[in-house]
């Protein structure tokens, strides 16, 4: 099992970008499909973003399509969350996980993910 470690949160103003990182220790990330999932006060967690174990497919939710990039550097045993034009509705927990297993589907499955890190706040504000 993954143990996984957030970083990269903060605030910015609306039209602002942030970098997440996720950085996983105990088992090398190349066989994960990983992703990110979010979670704003009084919602439900929502998938964000996944990219399979090879680096080869990437899957995002409509509203962030075109802002947000995720990219992995197995060597680093990390993924990234880059954020482009912040909006105030991107104002959530990011939480990392990974999954054995990959689908169209990934991002409407938090269920089915093997580990998840603790978290990082994003807040967009002016």
């Known amino acids: 099992q993954l143990h996984l470690v957030e970083s990269g949160g903060g605030m910015v103003q609306p039209g602002g970008s942030l970098r997440l990182s996720c950085t996983a220790s105990?088992?090398?990330?190349?066989?994960?499909?990983m992703g990110w999932f979010r979670q704003a006060p009084g919602k439900e967690r929502e998938g964000v973003a996944c990219i399979n174990s090879r680096g080869s497919s990437t899957d995002y939710a409509d509203s962030v399509k075109g802002r947000f990039t995720i990219s992995r550097d197995d060597a680093k045993n990390t993924v990234y969350l880059q954020m482009n034009n912040l909006k105030p509705e991107d104002t959530a927990v990011y939480f990392c996980t990974s999954a054995h297993w990959y689908g169209s589907n990934w991002l409407d499955n938090p269920d089915g993910m093997d580990s998840w890190g603790k978290g990082t706040l994003v807040t967009v504000s002016s």
């Open positions: 105990g088992v090398a990330l190349g066989h994960y499909t």
